[in-house]
């Protein structure tokens, strides 16, 4: 229907200035732009043969792997942890977090759900923001009480790489293996994120705009709601360099990177706004100033000139 970005660009900022509550599920594309090697996909670090231990990276990740060898499991989110903690969140993370403030200072709401483990929404400023696989900011022991929030980067970077000498970290306080608070392969997803998502969600009537950024089709639950929401012909944009299963369903597909993309989203939204805002003020100009009223001829005149 579209042929080119700029007409598809042009339709989505128009689809924007309607909208009054817009979810985005994002996935490893949109971290990919702060320069964070994700582990599938274009450039991803694990696409060929197995890790030095001879498991895909899928198995070394997994529930059963930190279950029978911790060590395991840690050696990758180790390096998971580092990697996120040296890198920053990109525009595009910026961008929507403006675009929270931007609704919510007219009533609406932006939601985001993410298979990211990077924090990077919460620390670019946006508030709604559902974990579907948890974050790595959050440690906690598997045996009793104890648990340690890293509330910066450096702060997470310094205790990742600390963490990292001693192969298999344990807990201060009963020295049981402890963990991120990510969900490993195979695990369950967080339940009261998904019921409190569901009922936000409202099969798709939630929300009149579904943006669907750097996602691919290997988590359902993460792409059945852009699904859902075509389905319920709400208008739905896939951002992504290339094509998913997800672009036969959405009604718009830009073939774009994620900060590429909203970057100039922004932008024309933006001028638009701008375009707006001077026609007011042209418009503002013209009208009566106070005092004066309009006579049975449609012109204005002051009662004070009579
Ligand atoms: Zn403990």
Known sequence: MFCSNEEKLNVIVNLLRKSKRILFITGAG???????????GVGGLYNRGRTEEGYTIEECLSGSMFQRQPEITWKYMF???????????????????????????IGGKVVVVTQNIDNYH???????VYEFHGSLRT????????????????????????????????CPECHAVIRPRVVLFEESLPFHEIEQFQYEF????????????????????????????????????EINPVESDLS???????????????LE???????KLSAEI???NADIKIAPNRGHSQNSDGFYFNPSDQ
């Open 278 to 280: 001077s026609q007011i």
């Open 30 to 40: 949109i971290s990919a732009d702060s320069g964070l090697p994700t582990y599938r």
């Open 248 to 262: 036969y369903y959405v009604e718009i597909h830009l073939p774009m990177r994620a900060a590429e993309a909203l």
């Open 79 to 105: 390096q998971l942890g580092i990697a996120v903690a040296e890198h920053q969140p990109n525009d595009a993370h910026r961008i929507i977090a403006e675009w929270e403030k931007r609704l919510n200072s």
């Open 202 to 237: 409202n099969n798709g009537k939630g929300f009149d705009l579904v943006f669907s950024i750097g996602t691919s089709a290997m988590f359902p639950y993460i792409t059945n709601p852009v699904r859902m929401a075509a389905l319920q012909k709400i208008p739905t944009i």
């Open 122 to 128: 919460r620390a670019a400023g946006s508030r709604n």
């Open 139 to 170: 440690l906690y022991c598997t045996a009793c009480s104890w648990s340690e929030e890293l509330e910066t980067d450096k702060t997470a970077l310094t205790r990742f790489k600390e963490l990292q000498k001693t192969l298999l970290p344990c």
């Open 265 to 271: 989203i922004e932008k024309q939204w933006n001028k």
